[in-house]
């Protein structure tokens, strides 16, 4: 190491070492890494940590914004003082040399019990200690504190490890060691300049979401000032080291909104370029004067019909919240990665048109979160350069980039705008490492969760778990749905006032009756006039001061469609005869199945009836991304809205899977679909005559045939994969509440029926023919069986309730998963978070022809390219490669083993382990008609129908 900066320090104490080289022999000293990293914190409280996280933050200090700046320099620079301790140093034999000679002396004992005391849980024993011990703090209160250094990497420690690290003193350091460590803790308190401020805080018990942001800025800036492209180690630490450094890093400003006072006319025109003249629906008006009138940040859900515009509605309420709140950015949750990927699209065309008050900032920060976002074409041009903005507000414009350094999965969620699947505000309340970094993020913006009604049992106790910790955090949250259950309403709503207000207590009922100055509604429910219809379109906002929401109706945009519904026989050959009859009149029909299989086999059924006089296009989730997207995108261009579509087919027929019912603005004019859940089957009758167009005579009524069950049996018997995917219940309950329109020739209206079906469904004990019902009985309890069973499976891995009291974050991570996006995706994280995660294999496809492996042939990427096996293919071909991933059925994973052994004994690539791409990646080779074979299974693979795959010693599945 060069010449060390002057710093007023013993030499025992200036010999502890803190980093290594990664790349030579050179190391840091302690002294200087913790300087580094008080210094990055400071600058990013002053630079990069918006208004919001700074003043939630700073309202747990007795000194507002200045002590919160001093306690986080004044954290950063000591988090590292464990390593000032012989478990530690003990790991460099050589520079634990230079400190034995200077008398910090090491028990032999030490190399084999080391890892009972890592340098954060010893840092955190350390730092309370000197605060209990040498300036009269209270345990509790030192502990809130402390915690944050024992959480710096990842996981705060529990009670049994303090305990047991405690117990060996040698770990810790004995003789001069005590000594040193409490030299350096008193050098970087006098050096940020804390010292004057320990009595002010002596009495403070941080609370918990405090604690974790304090943890999340910490990671931060440990994590910068260990980089050692910025921080190296091998040169002098001159006075210009962290200028230079911070200068290089060159992070994101945070976004700082102005509310322009535009009407909601205005404001929706301008920010999504719409034509002059056009005006904001009813929905969007009432949504942003919503976001203009609430007071305090809370939680609005807005449940509105398909098509009235309420993703617009959000972002324009993002615009005027982070405005009004100090936030500086947003993040949209979607439930898949291709509406995430849609999204995006639209989000940045937002984005651009966004102004700010720093009319001559940077580019703002924007990041893609989801497993695969590195294939987006689109978001992968934002790393590489830069889209000018339409408008600030000086007109002056500002730009759009992914961050370098923010760009990494831990890291995703501290762009300002991040557009991403729901998992990823899931992980929020899951227990994995590194779960600050996702608070923190989160922290700062408004939440936008779109498609409520998508998310199961499983998902909603981990969503209902992150509002709770957002309200804690007075992050603005807006829910989306058009068809969400009452039950679900008032979940949420209870969990983000739960997080504002405390987990309500249960009061001991002592009297039979009440007592005579009792106040009669005191228990009552706060959430009671939520239940039921309430009315639609609705915006439910949560109280300013207390647990009582409000409740906003407002009209729809007009756009009302009377739904004809009518049952069909599960027959084939009878659905091919009404669709030649139909459409070879002319017209575009939907058909929507509830699995791949019947997909594929519907598809081969109407291809042999109708030949090449109809077409039939395919659409499902069991395709290689590039088809996927290619395969959104012909939807859009042929079924889109007119302004998109400039040629709608005379005939044709869509078969598709649940990938119709989300995020795709398409219309057809006829629909036949799978018996499902009420909701869903609301969002595919969306897709019927959902824009103005000129339509045949015979398809000017719009219909939905309801099949995919025995309509011949009391309940109707659903078929066998919808059984699996939805249970029997939900199936017979949208059967009973449509009976009335399938049985009376009721029309469906939408949107005005939508709230009457959903609630009924959902809330009525018991629908349909009353000859139904005591089937619809034991129907019910098994679902309530299984609704429990994923309760008791999601509470195993989910994050605490916020405390109501300012107790330390000890063993807040116990029985953690590890990194919910470990091996650079997300599975872990979604096998916890998503109920049905079962265990499944992605690979990649590739074709073989003459013993090498190629693209596939229709791959936009590098078309039939060669991919070679005896070496690592180039940068921009293993990007190719890797974007040919396929997810193999759940129905191959029962071999699971057998089918992994085999992959690996084929196509087994060392070189590839050099390729970020491709290490660890499994290869599926197919023949050059797409065909081959494993473990008892035959596949088939092309662009038209995805992967077919048939269990070779039983029937086709």
């Known amino acids: 190491m060069a010449t060390q900066q002057t710093v007023e320090l013993s030499d025992a104490a200036s010999s502890a070492w803190g980093k290594t080289s990664e790349d030579g022999p050179g190391w840091l000293p302690l002294w200087q890494h913790l300087a580094d990293a008080a210094a990055v914190a400071e600058r990013l409280w002053r630079h990069w940590l918006n208004a919001a996280v700074r003043q939630r933050i700073s309202s747990a200090l007795p000194g507002g914004d200045s002590d919160g700046r001093l306690l986080v320099t004044w954290l950063a620079g000591v988090h590292d003082i464990g390593k000032a301790t012989p478990a530690f140093a003990v790991q460099r034999d050589d520079l634990m040399s230079r400190m034995h000679a200077r008398g910090l002396t090491v028990d032999n004992r030490v190399k084999a019990d080391r890892r009972i005391a890592p340098h954060a849980l010893a840092g955190q024993i350390l730092l309370e200690d000197w605060l209990i011990d040498g300036h009269d703090w209270v345990p509790r209160a030192a502990a809130t504190f402390a915690v944050v250094v024992g959480g710096h990497h990842g996981v705060p420690p529990t009670d049994k490890e303090l305990h047991a690290a405690r117990s060996l003193d040698y770990l810790l350091g004995t003789g001069p060691w005590p000594s040193v460590q409490r030299e350096l803790l008193d050098w970087m308190t006098d050096r940020c300049g804390v010292r004057d401020r320990l009595p002010a805080w002596r009495d403070v018990r941080l609370p918990q979401p405090v604690q974790a942001l304090l943890t999340g800025v910490v990671v931060v800036a440990d994590w910068i000032a260990s980089n050692q492209e910025l921080f190296p180690v091998t040169y002098a630490a001159d ?58 940040p809370g939680l609005m859900i807005v449940e509105a019909p398909m098509g009235d515009g309420k993703t617009e509605a959000a972002l324009a309420a993002v615009e005027i919240l982070a405005a009004r709140f100090g936030l500086s950015g947003c993040f949209v949750a979607l439930p898949t990665r291709a509406t995430s990927d849609a999204m995006l699209s639209r989000g940045l065309s937002w984005m651009e048109r966004l102004p700010d008050r720093d009319a001559d ?22 790393r590489m350069d830069r889209r000018p903005s339409s408008i600030g507000v000086d007109e002056d414009g500002v730009q759009l980039a992914v961050h370098r350094w923010l760009a990494s999965r831990k890291k995703i969620l501290l762009s300002d705008f991040v557009v991403g699947t729901v998992d990823q505000l899931l992980f929020m309340a899951l227990k994995a490492r590194y779960v600050v970094l996702r608070h923190l993020g989160l922290a700062g913006k408004i939440v936008v969760v779109d ?142 199945r509830n699995t791949v299989r019947r997909v594929q086999e519907t598809a081969a059924v109407l291809r042999r009836r109708f030949g090449t006089d109809i077409p039939v296009f395919v659409a499902h989730s069991r395709f290689l991304a590039p088809d996927r997207a290619a395969n959104d995108r012909r939807l859009l261009d042929m079924f889109g809205p007119p ?33 499902a859940p009420v909701d869903l089957l609301l969002q595919r009758m969306g897709r019927l005559h959902r824009h103005h167009r000129s339509r045949p005579a015979h398809l000017a009524t719009p219909r939905c045939l309801i099949t995919g069950a025995d309509w011949s049996t009391d309940p109707p018997e659903p078929v066998q994969g919808s059984r699996i995917v939805y249970g029997r219940a939900g199936l017979w309950r949208a059967a009973g509440v449509l009976w009335p329109h399938v049985d009376g020739d009721v029309p469906v209206e939408l949107p005005g029926d939508i709230p009457t079906l959903v ?78 995660s079962a265990e499944s294999l992605e690979v990649i496809l590739l074709v073989r022809r003459d013993g090498r492996l190629h693209i596939p042939d229709w791959v936009p990427d590098d078309p039939g390219r060669e991919v070679p096996t005896e070496m690592a293919p180039d940068n921009r071909l293993a990007r190719s490669v890797a974007r040919c991933t396929l997810a193999l059925p759940q129905l191959m994973t029962s071999r699971l083993d057998e089918v992994i052994d085999e992959l690996e004994a084929r196509n087994c690539f060392p070189a590839w382990d050099s390729s970020h791409w491709l290490a660890g990646e499994l290869v599926l080779d197919v023949d050059a008609t797409g065909h081959t074979q494993i473990a008892g299974f035959d596949l088939h693979y092309d662009n038209t129908d995805g992967l077919t795959v048939t269990k070779l010693d039983t029937s086709h599945t």
């Open 239 to 296: 006075a210009h080291r962290v200028e230079q450094a911070w200068d290089d890093l060159d992070l994101p400003s945070p976004w700082r909104a102005v509310d322009l006072d535009l009407s909601p006319d205005a404001i929706i025109a301008t920010r999504f370029g719409l034509p002059s003249g056009a005006t904001a629906y009813p929905v969007q008006r009432a949504v942003i004067d919503q976001a203009r009138q609430i007071t305090e």
């Open 451 to 592: 498609e409520a009604h998508a998310y199961d049992v499983h998902m909603s106790q981990y969503l209902d778990r992150a509002l709770e910790w957002l309200a804690a955090y007075r992050v603005p949250v807006i829910v989306l749905s058009a068809t969400l259950p009452a039950r679900r309403r008032r979940e949420m709503m209870k969990a983000y006032d739960d997080g504002r207000f405390g987990q309500p207590t249960q009061r001991p009922r002592r009297r039979r009756t009440p007592a005579p100055d009792a106040d009669p509604g005191a228990d009552a429910d706060p959430y009671a006039d939520l239940a039921g219809d309430i009315g639609y379109p609705v915006i439910t906002c949560s109280g300013a001061t207390d647990r009582q929401p409000a409740v906003t109706t407002t009209a729809s945009s007009g756009r009302a469609v009377q739904v004809r519904v009518s049952r069909l026989d599960d027959d084939p050959q009878r659905l091919a005869d009404l669709l030649a009859d139909e459409i070879g009149r002319g017209g575009c029909a939907l058909v929507v």
């Open 643 to 675: 302004s998109r579509v400039a040629d709608r087919p005379e005939r044709y027929v869509v078969v598709a899977s649940q990938v119709a019912e989300v995020s795709l603005d398409v219309d057809f004019d006829l629909l036949f679909t799978d018996l």
């Open 759 to 836: 609630q009924t469904a959902y809330d009525v004990p018991l629908v349909g023919p009353t000859g139904w019902h005591p089937a619809m009985r034991e129907a019910d309890e098994t679902a309530t069986k299984k609704q429990q069973e994923h309760c008791v499976r999601a509470d195993a891995y989910r994050l605490n309730p916020v405390s109501a009291q300012p107790a330390a974050l000890l063993g807040w991570l116990v029985a953690h998963i590890g990194d919910a996006d470990a091996g650079g995706d997300d599975a872990r994280g979604r096998g916890h978070v998503r109920a049905d």
């Open 361 to 382: 900032r940077g580019a703002y920060g924007v990041a893609l979160a989801h497993g695969k976002s590195s294939f987006n074409n689109e978001y992968d041009t934002l």
